[in-house]
């Protein structure tokens, strides 16, 4: 089975490490969006700071559009087995989801759902930044439309959710694909 399982939710909302519980429970590989475009900044000598990535992934939409923006990503990450199942991390706009689903139209979306002040708390924890700093990333364009992926998620996971409950939930949902 070739499905796609997109993880969506905000800058420090547990994306990743939800990406990886579920890596860890199916043995599906994780392509990462974020690192896609840190790969790229790294190897351009740009700037790999939080804002500057999400700059640089704005600039590329506003560039390509979401389909031209996959396009570029997939051309960007030739190691990927793009026609395998997959994790894909990092799915931030409702647009974006409707270019994936296009191109991969066995999916299943999860949208992990976080308040602005565990991520802030979790920003500050991880880069060792302030709150200033962390609510201005927060407060960047991109962030704006991310909550919109949540009335179009299959399943969603909270904080306070058991992951145990959650993988459940998501086998039962994958068996009915």
Same mark, same amino acid.
């Given at each position: 089975?070739? #499905?796609? #399982?997109?993880?969506?939710?905000?800058?420090?909302?547990?994306?990743?490490?939800?990406?990886?519980?579920?890596?860890?429970?199916?043995?599906?590989? #994780? *392509?990462?969006?974020?690192?896609?475009?840190?790969?790229?900044?790294?190897?351009?000598?740009?700037?790999?700071? !939080?804002?500057?990535?999400?700059?640089?992934?704005?600039?590329?939409?506003?560039? $390509?559009?979401?389909?031209? *923006?996959?396009?570029?990503?997939?051309?960007?990450? +030739?190691?990927?087995?793009?026609?395998?199942?997959?994790?894909?991390?990092?799915?931030?706009? !409702?647009?974006?989801?409707?270019? $994936?689903?296009?191109?991969? +139209? $066995?999916?299943?979306?999860?949208?992990?759902?976080?308040?602005?002040?565990?991520?802030?708390?979790?920003?500050?924890?991880?880069?060792?930044?302030?709150?200033?700093?962390?609510?201005?990333?927060?407060?960047? +364009?991109?962030?704006? *439309?991310?909550?919109? $992926?949540?009335?179009?998620?299959?399943?969603? *996971?909270? +904080?306070?959710?058991? #992951?145990?409950?959650?993988?459940?939930?998501?086998?039962?949902?994958?068996?009915?694909?």
């Amino acid at each position: 089975m070739n #499905i796609k #399982i997109l993880v969506a939710g905000g800058t420090c909302s547990g994306k990743s490490t939800l990406a990886e519980r579920i890596a860890e429970h199916t043995g599906y590989p #994780i *392509f990462s969006f974020g690192g896609c475009l840190r790969d790229y900044a790294r190897g351009a000598g740009l700037s790999l700071a !939080v804002e500057s990535l999400q700059n640089l992934g704005q600039g590329l939409i506003s560039q $390509l559009g979401y389909d031209g *923006f996959l396009q570029w990503v997939i051309a960007h990450s +030739p190691a990927v087995q793009w026609d395998q199942a997959l994790i894909l991390d990092g799915v931030r706009h !409702v647009a974006m989801y409707d270019s $994936l689903k296009k191109t991969f +139209p $066995l999916n299943v979306l999860v949208y992990c759902a976080c308040d602005k002040e565990t991520q802030t708390a979790r920003m500050m924890n991880r880069d060792g930044i302030s709150r200033e700093d962390a609510e201005h990333i927060l407060s960047h +364009p991109l962030e704006r *439309f991310i909550a919109d $992926l949540e009335s179009h998620a299959h399943l969603l *996971f909270r +904080p306070e959710d058991s #992951i145990m409950d959650f993988l459940g939930q998501f086998d039962a949902l994958i068996k009915q694909r």
